[in-house]
């Protein structure tokens, strides 16, 4: 089956910096999605992207849907204490059948120090 | 504008004891709706998938069971409940195009 991968695992940077984190495919992917998650709440849909190429911005985050179809990146800027969360990527693949299922990457545990 | 909801929030049951967790999603029709399990804060696993009132399929075999009886009503199920059934459980829906989910608020449940 397809399968992500997520890097890093996590993250520990100083309030201000900026931070950038990624995830490979083993096949092609037609949607990538980028969640936020809170302890004790659900995933937070940050950013989603449905075309090869396509760069996205959500106030200081941005992503990318590569060009492969095979990778996607979520880059932070200027992080903030309230930046800290898992985030989670997510693609959709091309499979007619199983088109609605997505495969989630391990998550990013991001912690920021003030 | 949509909103999803689940209940409880959060539970505490004993082995051998039934379960019923409900999610409801409210401004929009005919969703898709998932459920997943998410163990120790990471990696979520999808359980069950509905398209469609009483279509539900299953993605791993296990102790559980979902029921979709309405269209914006997901449910999910245990006849007796295993220690390895505790974890974070997440309803979503999506509808297509474009197939992105959004998630529920989860509920915590532990088992003893």
């Known amino acids: 089956g397809q399968q992500l991968n997520q890097s890093p695992q996590s993250m520990f940077i100083q309030e201000g910096e900026d931070v950038s984190m990624n995830c490979t495919s083993s096949?092609?992917?037609?949607?990538w999605l980028w969640y936020k998650q809170e302890p004790g709440e659900g995933p937070v849909l940050l950013i989603a992207?449905?075309?090869?190429?396509e760069l996205t911005s959500n106030g200081r985050l941005t992503a990318q849907f590569g060009i492969t179809r095979k990778d996607s990146f979520l880059n932070i800027s200027a992080s903030i204490p309230s930046d800290v969360g898992i985030y989670f990527c997510a693609g959709q693949g091309l499979s007619g059948g199983s088109n609605y299922k997505l495969t989630f990457g391990k998550g990013t545990l991001l912690t920021v120090n003030p | 504008s949509q909103t999803i909801h689940q209940w409880p929030a959060t539970l505490v049951q004993p082995v051998g004891s039934p379960l019923s967790l409900e999610c409801t999603v409210e401004?929009?029709?005919?969703?898709?709706l998932y459920w997943y399990r998410q163990a120790a804060g990471r990696g979520l696993q999808l359980l069950f998938y509905s398209v469609g009132i009483g279509q539900i399929s299953s993605e791993v075999p296990q102790n559980l069971s979902a029921s979709r009886p309405q269209d914006r009503q997901f449910i999910l199920s245990s006849k007796k409940l295993l220690l390895s059934d505790s974890g974070f459980y997440l309803c979503?829906?999506?509808?297509?195009?474009?197939?992105?989910?959004?998630f529920g608020p989860g509920t915590r449940l532990l088992v003893l």
């Open positions: 979503a829906w999506s509808v297509q195009p474009p197939e992105t989910q959004y």
């Open positions: 992207l449905y075309k090869a190429g």
């Open positions: 401004g929009t029709s005919n969703p898709n």
């Open positions: 096949s092609i992917f037609n949607t």
